[in-house]
């Protein structure tokens, strides 16, 4: 069936870094693929989306490129900010059951 | 994007007893759905609840330990009924939104069990 994986966290950085988070997919058909972030005691927000292959997602700095030959979406963001530091969750809407499929999530702390 | 509310925010609840989470949208919407996310892990799907119709659950929930309403366009509740520590999560409600597959959640309620 449909799946995500994302790298492992915590993953900690220092404010100014560059930020990487790997995300790929398992998925037969056309999924759309998301972005959500989640900040300390809150729920998910949409961060960005891709809907199509090469399409390009971007919000806040962050972006990520809609990867059909690597199956790949990963996240990235030129330079963090404490205000950052939160869970971030791949997602993956499934063409095959209609439902959104997430990752593990990894969790992100930047530090001053 | 559609503003969504959950009640409670937080509760604190002794094994044996139920609870019912009520999520509040402020546009009408087809379709809502429930996640329950387990401390540190990612989020799993409960159910799909369409007005007019049942709640769909996934493999692994019954209706008799989450029983779900949706009584109209903006409302619907869920009830984590006979409560044990193992249903010690945050419970997560979410709308169907503009694009394709894509969804928006509200803040969630922060469940314990003792």
């Known amino acids: 069936g449909d799946s995500v994986t994302q790298m492992e966290g915590p993953v900690t950085l220092s404010e100014e870094a560059f930020l990487t988070i790997n995300c790929t997919y398992t998925?037969?058909?056309?999924?759309?693929l998301f972005w959500y972030v989640q900040y300390p005691g809150e729920g998910l927000q949409l961060l960005l989306k891709a809907t199509k292959a090469d399409d390009k997602g971007s919000n806040k700095g962050f972006e990520a490129t809609y990867r059909k030959e690597t199956t790949s979406f990963h996240l990235e963001k030129g330079s963090v900010q404490v205000s950052d530091s939160a869970v971030y969750f791949c997602?993956?809407?499934?063409?095959?059951?209609?439902?959104?499929?997430f990752g593990q999530g990894t969790t992100l702390q930047v530090k001053p | 994007s559609a503003v969504i509310s959950q009640k409670p925010s937080r509760d604190i609840c002794q094994r044996g007893t139920s609870l019912t989470i009520q999520c509040q949208v402020d546009?009408?919407?087809?379709?809502m759905f429930w996640y329950r996310q387990q401390p540190g892990q990612s989020l799993t799907l409960i159910a799909t609840?369409?007005?007019?119709?049942?709640?769909?659950?996934e493999s692994g929930f019954v209706i008799d330990k989450f029983p779900i309403s949706r009584p109209n366009l903006t409302f619907s509740t869920l009830t984590v009924s006979n409560m044990s520590p193992e249903d010690s999560s945050i419970y997560l409600c979410?709308?169907?939104?503009?694009?394709?597959?894509?969804?928006?959640f509200g803040p969630g309620t922060r469940l314990t069990v003792t």
């Open positions: 997602a993956l809407g499934s063409s095959n059951t209609g439902k959104l499929i």
């Open positions: 979410s709308v169907e939104g503009t694009g394709v597959y894509e969804q928006y």
């Open positions: 998925a037969t058909g056309y999924p759309s």
């Open positions: 609840a369409n007005q007019g119709s049942e709640a769909t659950y």
């Open positions: 546009s009408q919407v087809t379709m």
